[in-house]
């Protein structure tokens, strides 16, 4: 005779009615509570307080989780950034650039004296009327040519790493700032909205104009980003802050 109301009572802890409104759960406590009294008649009084403890404490479990408040899920804070725009006003990237430039305008000033030698050793090979001299000033420009491409390359190497020394250090300075950004402004993501940036082609490139449009297309990212999410101003400053503040061995200018 147990056996049936204690299946009852499981079915009740066990959620089957959890979907139901809290008033769905006063109708079956009444109704359970009918069934109670018929028990009654074919129990023991021991056995009906038994069954009617259980039934209370696994209807008030439900009730107290379908009237239990839940709090809201807090939303997702974005912040976005126009790329392009951050880096242009970058102190940083300006240093790197002064930098750069400057070691482009030494290496092509060598390369102009260099290239000056040369043509003064043939003119003078030219000149001379000596065969043996002649060989001899035409053997060494060879040589001098080679060692110039050799030198060309290495210069060549030299400023690809610079640049790449360049954009790794922006870089990196870009994620600590917005971490920091995100952090003091209460932002849970900061992305780089490139929805901002036209579609263009060139009838230069080797590629159908289409295919140029399509590929472009396929690597976007963001369709659209409110203007309110846009922190670019704000990084932009953060970073121009932390770069005019940087210790004297940090940034390309204080080499």
Request: aromatic share 4%.
């Amino acid at each position: 005779m147990i056996v049936p109301i204690t299946a009852k009572v499981t079915a009740v802890k066990s959620g089957e009615i959890a979907g139901q409104s809290f008033n769905a759960a006063l109708t079956l406590r009444h109704s359970l509570s009918i069934h109670i009294q018929k028990v009654a008649m074919k129990n023991s009084p021991t056995q009906t307080v038994i069954i009617a403890s259980l039934i209370a404490f696994g209807l008030g479990s439900f009730a107290w989780g379908v009237s239990r408040p839940v709090a809201p899920a807090q939303a997702t804070r974005i912040g976005s950034i126009d790329l392009g725009r951050v880096l242009d006003k970058l102190q940083e990237k300006s240093d790197w650039e002064v930098q750069i430039a400057a070691l482009q305008n030494q290496m092509r000033d060598e390369a102009d004296s260099r290239k000056k030698r040369l043509e003064a050793e043939k003119q003078q090979a030219s000149a001379t009327t000596d065969q043996a001299e002649q060989q001899r000033i035409a053997e060494q420009v060879v040589l001098e040519g080679l060692q110039l491409e050799q030198w060309a390359t290495l210069k060549g190497a030299e400023l690809d790493r610079e640049n790449s020394l360049m954009w790794q250090s922006i870089y990196r300075n870009l994620r600590e700032e917005s971490a920091k950004l995100a952090e003091s402004e209460g932002y849970d993501y900061i992305i780089v909205n490139d929805g901002v940036n036209n579609i263009v082609t060139s009838r230069e490139v080797k590629m159908p104009m289409s295919q140029q449009v399509l590929e472009q297309i396929g690597r976007r990212q963001i369709i659209f980003a409110s203007p309110t999410t846009d922190v670019s101003d704000k990084l932009i400053v953060k970073m121009n802050n932390t770069h005019a503040t940087a210790p004297a061995s940090v940034g390309p200018a204080k080499k």
